[in-house]
């Protein structure tokens, strides 16, 4: 915005001109320049200098936009999201995306991460994979034996299947038998979780020892993302909860 000159013309001034960012043509698209003054005692408009007009300024485009779209992940997606990277390597996750036929399993820490991960799976490598999951044993050795079959026949008509367990014994023999690749997810450590905290809170977290949520699953974690917190309090929830826990744990180890 310019300072005022002391001039002022005898009429309204309204001037909307782009004056840093400009295309090669000199102008932006859709940019709307009013360049002239009306002067009412002359009942004509009047070309003016731009130092000539007080509170004369440029209204940048750019400021004007959309903000970019900020939205974060929900505190799961960020958890498991961190988690995954973690336990992959950058060409793994490549190999994951590729139309080949595959064969995946990944190993999780506990039951409870075991349908986060099959979701961010979908989400991340695409409707083409067949996902086979399982929190605890089959108890029928009927369906164990279709769910078999059902992997056997995906990849032999070229579709990618992938099985997600705490118990890697527990997904189907034919699965277990043609996996190309095995990811392996272990619980959270210090550097994993700042990731998490980081990208659910969009600013960096404090250092985190590796110990320092390790007694917590995937639902105690995530309890302690809230909209709204730092990256901070984020953390003193996590510590507040491991703490919490362990005392618990000892209680009934005592009685």
């Not at 659910?200 to 250092?207: D, N």
Request: aromatic share 6%; proline share 8%; net charge positive.
């Amino acid at each position: 915005m310019k300072k005022p000159t002391g001039r002022r013309p005898s009429g309204t001034v309204i001037r909307m001109t782009p004056k840093r960012r400009e295309d090669r043509h000199g102008k932006l698209p859709g940019t709307v320049l009013i360049d002239r003054v009306y002067d009412s005692k002359l009942g004509r408009f009047e070309d003016v200098e731009d130092d000539e007009i007080e509170g004369n300024f440029a209204l940048d485009p750019e400021e004007d936009a959309a903000p970019p779209d900020n939205e974060r992940p929900d505190a799961v997606t960020a958890l498991v999201g961190a988690a995954f990277e973690a336990a992959t390597t950058p060409d793994q996750r490549r190999r994951l995306r590729h139309n080949q036929a595959m064969c995946a399993i990944v190993h999780v820490p506990s039951p409870a991460w075991v349908m986060p991960v099959s979701l961010y799976f979908r989400c991340t490598f695409g409707e083409r994979w067949l996902r086979q999951t399982r929190h605890g044993p089959v108890p029928n050795e009927k369906l164990f034996s279709t769910s078999s079959a059902a992997v056997s026949l995906a990849l032999s008509a070229g579709q990618s299947t992938v099985g997600v367990s705490a118990d890697i014994s527990l997904l189907p023999r034919a699965l277990i038998g043609a996996a190309d690749v095995t990811i392996r997810l272990a619980p959270p450590n210090g550097a994993v979780l700042r990731t998490a905290i980081a990208r659910f809170a969009k600013r960096a977290g404090p250092e985190l020892d590796n110990s320092f949520a390790a007694d917590l699953d995937l639902p105690d974690l995530v309890a302690a993302f809230r909209p709204g917190c730092g990256p901070h309090r984020i953390a003193q929830r996590l510590a507040a909860a491991a703490a919490a826990l362990r005392v618990l744990k000892n209680e009934k180890g005592s009685s």
